[in-house]
């Protein structure tokens, strides 16, 4: 069974700072995909950003990017200027690979941004 | 375009009873995968299915826990028999499939269950 660290249970940035999260995750798998959701207090998931585990160029979405270290299978979020409303519970997620494509989701880092 | 729709949003019940949860995926989507996300942790798998098929239950509790995605209408999520153990967030999600590219999930606003 997979498995997914993230580390740091809560973060918190000054607002237009930048922030960066960390996970790491345990797969067998070679083709995959990654995903970082965030949950704000709405308990709503929203996908912030997506990652090919078989391309080495990193994922970019506006303010959001990551940094993703194959061999290591280490996958950061990092949020450049940040702001208020990105205040949330970020979750990682690597997906199963193969044919199922279930997620496995961290336990997530909670995002305070300080205005 | 109404994205995921779960109901009902909040649930109470007593221990013994039964609940029941309902999905209805985006338009065009026919996977739905069912996540319960317990206080202060991240979601967990449950099932996965698609239209009058479970492909994937391995996160489904062996007794009490249903699931099923009819031909028509919405997904049901069936809890028999509530414990307080029940008492958490469950989320659905709907895709199109992993045809090309990412199998990226869209989820509902959850249903909160709560047991007394």
């Known amino acids: 069974a997979q498995t997914v660290t993230q580390s740091q249970p809560e973060m918190s940035v000054q607002e237009a700072e930048t922030v960066t999260l960390s996970c790491t995750y345990d797969t067998s798998e070679s083709d995959y995909y990654l995903f970082w959701y965030k949950q704000p207090p709405s308990r709503q998931m929203i996908l912030v950003i997506r990652?090919?585990?078989?391309?080495?160029q990193n994922a970019t979405e506006n303010r959001f990017s990551v940094n993703f270290q194959k061999a290591a299978k280490s996958f950061s979020l990092k949020i450049s200027d940040s702001q208020l409303g990105d205040a949330a519970m970020y979750f990682c997620a690597p997906d199963s690979g193969g044919s199922n494509y279930k997620l496995t989701f961290g336990k997530g880092t909670l995002l305070t941004v300080n205005p | 375009n109404a994205g995921v729709m779960q109901n009902p949003r909040h649930l109470v019940r007593r221990r013994g009873q039964e609940a029941r949860l309902r999905c209805s995926p985006m338009k065009g989507h026919s996977h739905v995968y069912w996540y319960r996300q317990l206080p202060e942790e991240g979601l967990k798998f449950m099932v996965y299915?698609?239209?009058?098929?479970?492909?994937?239950e391995s996160g489904m509790p062996k007794e009490r826990f249903s699931a099923e995605f009819p031909k028509e209408g919405p997904s049901i999520l069936r809890i028999q028999q509530v414990v307080r153990g029940d008492s958490a967030a469950y989320f659905c999600a709907s895709s199109p499939g992993r045809y090309s590219g990412a199998n990226v999930l869209t989820f509902g606003a959850g249903s909160r269950l709560t047991v007394l």
């Open positions: 299915l698609q239209k009058e098929n479970i492909i994937d």
């Open positions: 990652q090919e585990a078989y391309k080495q």
